[in-house]
């Protein structure tokens, strides 16, 4: 399926959907800045291949969903203090977004897969539209509390850095930051990194819309009494070597969340390395299927791995 444009409360967001539209849903939420090409397109099949449709999408201020063009992104101070004076929104903000998607496509209820601040945005959405997770799984995510999931000192400069705005020099920063925050267990692809890289910049001109989306976070603060109201069975995953998000992260999220199951990867930092998709696509399978089964749900088929 071709990428389209929805309209969802007063924005527009951009989606794109694999496998069989009768099948459960399981969508999938990105990171700061990184448009729904973070999810590779074989990513999104692999899983659609355990049975379920599978959707993935632009988070408002990314790629061709509605960018806040008219307001600025915090600034160095407001960042550094973690108190945006005047946010364009709210983590909150874009979990409405979420369950406002799966509300226009038709969906009643899915499986909510979210990474990074997508993993954020994910638990916001079982806090506050419960009845649309039927599971959850947040990957290298955090609470907002201040002192769990800090970043490593050599990964600030990337967060407070202006924005690229040539290609080129976007997709250097990219790479960069990947050599920073990468798996050190893992072999990493650095042509796909600089393609993605390359494709996000022709795809979008807003540099700053990752800006604004860190706004939100900040001005979301500690979102762990909303995490403990959390119903849908969970599963937190986090990379023992993350140095974006680091592993107290997880570990608080998984404590807040009342019965979250907490996978620790040794040798997984802030990225989806290859050679993980496998047991990725099969804990979120599992997940999925293991939280059916409890509500009653009709039950999806074991695909081959």
Excluded at 29 to 42: A, I, K, N, S, Y
Aim: contains cysteine; hydrophobic residues 40%; aromatic residues 4%.
């Amino acid at each position: 399926m071709t990428e389209q444009l929805i309209t969802v409360g007063d924005i527009e967001l951009c989606y794109e959907s694999f496998g069989d539209p009768a099948d459960p849903t399981v969508l999938l939420v990105m990171g700061l800045g990184t448009q729904m090409l973070g999810w590779r397109p074989e990513f999104c099949k692999l899983i659609a291949a355990e049975g379920y449709r599978v959707i993935r999408y632009d988070n408002r201020d990314v790629g061709r969903s509605t960018h806040f063009s008219d307001h600025a992104p915090p600034s160095l101070g407001e960042m550094l203090l973690r108190r945006p004076r005047n946010p364009a929104y709210t983590l909150e903000d874009m979990a409405d977004d979420a369950a406002g998607l799966l509300d226009a496509l038709g969906v009643q209820s899915a499986h909510v897969v979210g990474v990074s601040m997508g993993g954020m945005i994910a638990q916001m959405v079982a806090a506050r539209h419960p009845a649309k997770v039927r599971s959850l799984v947040s990957i290298m995510s955090t609470t907002g509390a201040s002192l769990v999931g800090r970043p490593a000192l050599k990964v600030l400069p990337f967060l407070v850095k202006p924005p690229a705005t040539e290609r080129a020099a976007e997709i250097a920063r990219i790479e960069a930051l990947q050599d920073v925050i990468g798996s050190p267990g893992f072999e990493r692809d650095v042509a796909s990194t600089r393609e993605l890289a390359g494709m996000s910049f022709d795809r979008s001109s807003d540099r700053r819309g990752a800006g604004r989306q860190l706004g939100a976070i900040l001005a979301s603060g500690n979102r762990t009494k909303a995490l403990t109201c959390i119903t849908a069975p969970t599963l937190v995953i986090h990379g023992t070597d993350d140095k974006m998000i680091a592993p107290s992260g997880g570990r608080a999220t998984a404590k807040a969340i009342p019965g979250a199951r907490l996978e620790l990867i040794p040798g997984m930092g802030h990225d989806l390395p290859y050679e993980l998709w496998p047991r990725f696509v099969g804990l979120i399978s599992d997940q999925a299927r293991t939280a059916d089964a409890r509500s009653g749900a009709p039950a999806t088929p074991v695909a081959e791995r």
